[in-house]
């Protein structure tokens, strides 16, 4: 028997991270990685902590995972979802593990941002994707996404980004 609550529907899912993608440009307005994720208690669909990029090492999911752990026990994690705008790097998916975080959504690959990204001495590639991070794992953490619907809207804050960083 799964510990962990059925996932949010497709239209809240889709919600969670149209917030995601305002936390993005918020973190882009401080010129900062237009990067955006939350934090949402799966039984109550609460919205419990949000996160930006705020530099190389200081990602919104695994910053938020470090928050998270700090302040909630790993059995309740277990219970909750990260939502971010773009599925986690190997970095942050490591964090996300250790913090026992039961369920990541992400709206657009990664890999959708390598045109954008490719020059940048700020976004360096590491071709590994949360997916296979999480399997090499000894719990399961469930992983959907991503959402194409969203990649306008989350590639919309990259546009012009990448050239100057």
Known sequence: M???PAPASHEKMLEYLRECIQVAKRARSMDYHPFGSIL???ATGKVLLQHGNFGPVFHAESELARVAALN???EFLRKCTLYTSVEPCVMCSGACYWANIGTIVYAMPGAELEPLTKDSK???KMELTCREVFSRGSRKANVIGPFPELYD???ADH???WENH
Do not use: A, N, R
Request: glycine fraction near 6%; charge should be negative; charged fraction near 30%.
């Open 2 to 4: 799964s510990t962990t």
């Open 40 to 42: 949402v208690e799966d």
């Open 72 to 74: 909630f026990k790993p």
């Open 122 to 124: 700020e976004c360096p």
């Open 153 to 155: 809207e989350v590639l």
């Open 159 to 161: 546009y012009g980004y």
